[in-house]
């Protein structure tokens, strides 16, 4: 399947998460790679407005990133109505640290679309696809994904309650898909809380 059949399954995740809350106004895509999904976002109407940042610029962009240097982003408090992180947490020397910060710049919605596994060989599988997909663009891979659903605590303990889960999350086809569809997962968090 190609890069461009994966990100369609997971943008139509995506999609039917966010069109009963849509419009958005303003939205955050943290590790917004080429700017991808951001652009799709927009173009369907999902998001007004979507300001993508990352920590490296790729060659071949759709959207131009904001650079910051992956510790504190350059955006106040609760600055955007939506948040998301598509497949980058799992990157982050310290995926809570990470998620920390992408949630102070959320006002209200927080969608997440990664990866959880169970055992070792969901985490070997994880691995493999990474290393398959992001290394020729020159991502690093750390391999910090998910067990179980420690993120999910984590996001609770910040004030935030799941609104929608979509697992397994149909992002591949065929028998890649039946063999790691049950590995991914996107999932959208409300703030408790919204002043």
């Given at each position: 399947?190609?890069?461009?059949?994966?990100?369609?399954?997971?943008?139509?995740?995506?999609?039917?998460?966010?069109?009963?809350?849509?419009?958005?106004?303003?939205?955050?895509?943290?590790?917004?790679?080429?700017?991808?999904?951001?652009?799709?976002?927009?173009?369907?109407?999902?998001?007004?407005?979507?300001?993508?940042?990352?920590?490296?610029?790729?060659?071949?962009?759709?959207?131009?990133?904001?650079?910051?240097?992956?510790?504190?982003?350059?955006?106040?408090?609760?600055?955007?109505?939506?948040?998301?992180?598509?497949?980058v947490l799992?990157?982050?020397?310290?995926?809570?640290?990470?998620?920390?910060?992408?949630?102070?710049?959320?006002?209200?919605?927080?969608?997440?679309?990664?990866?959880?596994?169970?055992?070792?060989?969901?985490?070997?599988?994880?691995?493999?696809?990474?290393?398959?997909?992001?290394?020729?663009?020159?991502?690093?891979?750390?391999?910090?994904?998910?067990?179980?659903?420690?993120?999910?605590?984590?996001?609770?303990?910040?004030?935030?309650?799941?609104?929608?889960?979509?697992?397994?999350?149909?992002?591949?086809?065929g028998v890649?898909?039946?063999?790691?569809?049950?590995?991914?997962?996107?999932?959208?968090?409300?703030?408790?809380?919204?002043?």
């Amino acid at each position: 399947m190609s890069p461009t059949a994966y990100r369609e399954l997971v943008l139509k995740q995506m999609a039917g998460i966010l069109a009963p809350i849509g419009p958005i106004r303003r939205a955050l895509d943290f590790g917004s790679g080429d700017g991808w999904f951001a652009h799709q976002l927009t173009k369907a109407g999902l998001v007004g407005t979507a300001v993508g940042v990352e920590v490296l610029e790729r060659r071949t962009i759709v959207r131009a990133p904001v650079l910051f240097d992956g510790a504190r982003l350059p955006f106040a408090d609760r600055a955007f109505d939506l948040t998301y992180a598509v497949d980058v947490l799992h990157h982050c020397p310290v995926p809570t640290d990470a998620l920390d910060e992408v949630l102070r710049c959320t006002a209200r919605y927080f969608l997440i679309k990664d990866h959880s596994y169970r055992n070792v060989l969901e985490w070997s599988a994880l691995c493999g696809l990474d290393e398959l997909g992001n290394r020729r663009f020159g991502v690093p891979c750390l391999h910090r994904y998910q067990r179980r659903w420690e993120w999910s605590h984590h996001l609770e303990a910040r004030g935030f309650s799941l609104d929608r889960l979509i697992h397994p999350a149909e992002c591949h086809t065929g028998v890649l898909g039946q063999l790691t569809n049950r590995l991914q997962f996107v999932a959208l968090w409300r703030r408790i809380e919204c002043n």
